[in-house]
């Protein structure tokens, strides 16, 4: 009996969708893309062997078509930062039903907010969900939900959940690559030395991808692999280093994001996820790496490379 031919398909097709697919491309695995308006995003580009697909991911129909005859379904989309509460488990929630109604597999995108302020802790996964924020409750609600399904037998599914991350095209490496090879100065968040993780966006994909491979991976959050924690102004530095630049490191307080975000709602979102960045954030990989036998890339040939990607364009 031949088995059923797989069809990947991803909503979203941001940096981290992108890198999803790439990681199925080298694969040699048939992809599918959703978005809205069925173009390719910047971070994307145009890739001949994966079809990009509009479809409203808000929509059951519409959604149950854009997925028809898939395998494997990633969620990494998300609506915009501001509106979290109002629209983002809507928005799981319909790809959650419709992967589940065609027997595909569930492959989720997640980060860290659920935990809550770790308080000096490392994260990991078997820690208790306590978020003291409103996207933080939002993760909490979202990831009880799917692996509430999956327990009882709705729908395999699995997550991965990864730190602030850098890589091509993400917000991260605007802020800070974009500034540093523009010769502008490259600020980071809070206090810039206290140590934190950060993981590589490719690193990422490649994690989603072997979660989807794996029947081990199913019913359980899995932390991706990251390196050892850095400080901020570490890692600005080593971007300058990378770029061959003088060094133009600075910061944005607690109290200059709170001045921005009186006029910007993006901005006034991040002010509640301070705790990350003014005290030790540090996210313990090891359960993945030890499972999976899938080590992280170095930051310095992660950074190496992202400066490389800006520097194209």
């Known amino acids: 009996m031949n088995a059923t031919p797989e069809q990947h398909v991803i909503f979203g097709t941001g940096p981290l969708g992108t890198a999803v697919m790439r990681a199925l491309v080298r694969r040699g695995k048939p992809v599918r893309m959703i978005n809205r308006t069925g173009r390719p995003s910047p971070a994307t580009g145009s890739t001949p062997t994966v079809a990009i697909v509009a479809a409203d991911a808000y929509d059951p129909t519409s959604t149950a078509q854009a997925i028809a005859g898939a395998t494997h379904v990633y969620q990494c989309a998300q609506p915009a930062y501001h509106r979290w509460p109002e629209q983002f488990p809507a928005l799981q929630r319909t790809i959650l039903e ?19 302020d770790p308080q000096g802790r490392a994260l990991t996964e078997d ?33 991965g959940r990864a730190s602030d991350f850098y890589g091509p095209g993400d917000l991260l490496g605007e802020r800070l690559f974009g500034a540093a090879l523009q010769g502008k100065t490259a600020n980071g968040l809070g206090d810039l030395d206290q140590p934190h993780t950060f993981s590589y966006i490719e690193d990422f994909g490649e994690a989603l991808v072997v979660l989807g491979e794996r029947d081990e991976a199913l019913g359980r959050p899995w932390h991706i692999p990251s390196p050892e924690p850095l400080t901020q102004r570490t890692l600005i530095r080593m971007i300058f280093d990378a770029a061959r630049l003088p060094a133009k490191i600075g910061g944005f307080s607690p109290l200059m994001l709170k001045l921005v975000g009186l006029f910007v709602p993006a901005v006034r979102e991040v002010n509640e996820m301070m705790y990350e960045f003014t005290a030790p954030f540090v996210m313990d990989s090891s359960r993945f790496q030890k499972a999976f036998g899938t080590a992280p890339t170095p930051h310095a040939e992660g950074v190496r490379r992202t400066v490389a990607w800006f520097r194209e364009r």
């Open 98 to 116: 419709a992967t589940a109604a065609a027997g595909a597999r569930l492959i989720v995108a997640e980060n860290l907010y659920m935990y809550g």
């Open 127 to 159: 820690m208790p969900h306590r978020p003291n924020t409103r996207k933080g409750r939002v993760r909490a609600e979202m990831t009880a939900t799917l692996f509430d399904a999956h327990a009882k037998g709705r729908v395999r599914a699995t997550a």
